[in-house]
């Protein structure tokens, strides 16, 4: 129970990273914010997470493991009932800080804690890889059903009682002897870096691919949330591919798939939710196939656990952050010359639409004030002016409108493409460090 | 290792059926030249015929103006967030009224029928136009 407990922490630890995607319309509608507002919801957690594992690395041999994870674990479930409670977005944002202070503790400790409840430094190794990469996948999936089931509260509301229960199992776990002082294994920091420009292309699969299907193409969050768990499905599917692969083959490999998944993403060439699960199978595979690996060699059991497993998640958090510091502004940029061409092509569709002048221009006049009073945050119903004038029985209308819903969601896709081709190149440079990693079996 | 290269190899073969079925172009909207594109509206009637002529007259004052069609409609409603209007009013009137002369023209070549029904059309939108250019 207590290491489920622990096990179960940790995966809700990673998965924070990216489990509020999916309520960020939700979010951005509630505080009545702007986008770069918002998006701090997702950097401040991951920021704070990266610059306090960093600083945890330095004092790992003066750390009580035990009593610094239970000090991860209370401030993780203090941070995660404030953001429950958030009454404005500043509030929310300090609450995301203190659970990613709680979250670096948490994380950083959890290895060595994991190989101590367990028995053996080598299987708590594999049982943090195995959580530690399942809860960043299936982060978004979580978050989606929570979101549409109850309410964005529910995700931090859910993680609480998870924080909770491992806090006081972890009271009656043994101490666990403080590190000695011992070098990190060859490659280690290679790895570190591999693992940081994975995460950072892990932005466009498990953020951008979110937001597209979601935001832009309109599913509701569990149909959204359902598309998404092709990655998570293809990244457990994924592991007893790695079986039999040398080091560097499963590494390449996996971020070969994983920039071909993603480069699939910028190439879409429709509206099309199987083409988006297809091409996040393809980076769920090369995922399960390069983290496992690079994780182990990032934390090998002769090495200091709670340094290298606080160097390896600063290194995936920064990882993150980078890629959302600079995929965030792109993003912005792209969907405003987006925006241009959907209107311009949703004009094109009006004005040619076979549909009679009684009907086309109050469709015209109805469709300007959607435009006009949609909320922030909201994307208004273009469908609604169609279906008042007689979509369900006029074929020329539901053809008209069916037109300009495909054409504006075509034209806002293609805005994400840069953003999608941008991750796809993170991946591509985690092969630089990956491929001075010595051939070993994986 | 051959498990890997098939899976591989699907990606790869994967991107090439997406560049296949158009992810070049995907999201580009196809916007006509209007100088030398005719309105694609084909609905019958006296609607029809009032479509055609108005689309038509937007597109000689759009072709006047070096835009398109879809730009300058745009350009006449703020909210929509486009760019700033780049012509000045006496501009704009006059080229929507060279477009709209353009389509009587083009209309009255169509015999005696088209100078009839051009001249019916010009009064149709013309007391519009008027009224909406001040």
């Known amino acids: 129970v207590l290491t489920v407990a622990v096990a179960a922490s940790v995966a809700v630890a990673f998965a924070d990273s990216s489990i509020v995607v999916l309520a960020l319309p939700d979010l951005y509608g509630a505080f009545n914010t702007s986008i770069v507002g918002v998006s701090w919801v997702i950097t401040s957690y991951n920021v704070v997470v990266a610059v306090a594992a960093a600083a945890i ?132 920091l290679a790895a570190d870096v591999a693992l940081g420009f994975v995460f950072a292309a892990l932005v466009g699969a498990l953020f951008l691919a979110v937001l597209l299907v979601i935001t832009v193409w309109g599913l509701e969050p569990i149909a959204g949330a359902l598309v998404v768990s092709a990655l998570p499905a293809a990244t457990i599917a994924a592991r007893p591919l790695g079986r039999g692969l040398r080091l560097v083959e499963a590494v390449a490999g996996g971020v070969l798939l ?70 965030a502004p792109l993003l912005t940029s792209s969907l405003d010359h987006a925006g241009q061409r ?49 979509a369900g029985s006029n074929e020329d209308v539901r053809h008209a409108r069916d037109s300009l819903i495909t054409t504006l969601e075509s034209a806002l896709a293609r805005g994400f493409r840069s953003a999608f081709a941008l991750s796809a190149l993170f991946a591509l440079l985690a092969l630089v460090p990956a491929l001075t990693l010595r051939k070993r079996p994986a | 290792v051959r498990r890997l290269a098939v899976l591989l190899g699907l990606a790869v073969c994967f991107l090439v059926v997406e560049l296949a079925l158009g992810a070049i172009h995907f999201g580009e909207p196809k916007l006509a030249d209007p100088c030398t594109s005719k309105p694609a509206f084909s609905g019958g009637g006296l609607d029809g015929e009032v479509q055609r002529f108005a689309l038509s007259g937007l597109n000689g004052a759009a072709c006047k103006l070096h835009t398109t069609r879809e730009e300058l409609v745009l350009s006449f409603v703020p909210a929509a967030g486009t760019k700033r209007v780049r012509w000045d009013r006496q501009t704009i009137e006059d080229a929507l009224r060279s477009g709209f002369d353009q389509a009587l023209h083009d209309t009255e070549q169509r015999g005696v029928a088209g100078f009839v029904i051009g001249h019916i059309l010009e009064a149709v939108v013309g007391a519009p136009l008027d009224y909406f250019l001040g």
Request: glycine share 12%; charged share 15%.
């Open chain 1, 57 to 188: 690395a330095g004092l790992s041999r003066r750390l009580d493991v035990r009593r610094w994870a239970q000090v991860g674990l209370a401030l993780f479930t203090a941070g995660s009932i404030g953001c429950a409670a958030s009454w404005s977005l500043p509030a929310l944002i300090v609450f995301r800080c203190v659970q990613g202070l709680g979250a670096a503790f948490l994380l950083a400790t959890s290895v060595s804690l994991l190989g101590g409840l367990v028995g053996s430094r080598e299987r708590g190794i594999a049982l943090w890889t195995n959580v530690a990469v399942r809860g960043a996948a299936l982060g978004p999936v979580l978050g989606g059903v929570l979101t549409q089931l109850f309410d964005w509260r529910a995700i931090f509301i859910v993680q609480a009682p998870v924080a909770g229960v491992a806090l006081l199992a972890t009271t009656g776990a043994a101490t666990i002897p403080r590190e000695e002082r011992a070098r990190r294994r060859q490659g280690a």
């Open chain 1, 258 to 327: 994983l920039a071909a998944g993603l480069a699939s993403l910028a190439l879409l060439p429709r509206v099309s939710n199987l083409l988006v699960a297809v091409s996040l199978a393809f980076c769920g595979l090369g995922i399960g196939l390069a983290v496992p690996v690079l994780t182990r060699v990032a934390l090998h059991q002769d090495a200091g656990l709670v340094r290298s497993g606080a160097i390896t998640v600063s290194a995936r958090h920064a990882g993150l952050v980078l890629a959302l510091a600079l995929v």
């Open chain 1, 342 to 390: 959907a209107l311009l092509g949703g004009t094109k569709e009006i004005l040619d639409a076979n549909v009679p002048l009684r009907k086309k221009v109050p469709i015209a006049l109805a469709l300007r004030d959607a435009l006009q009073s949609a909320k922030k945050g909201e994307v208004p119903d273009l469908r609604k002016p169609f279906d008042d004038a007689g």
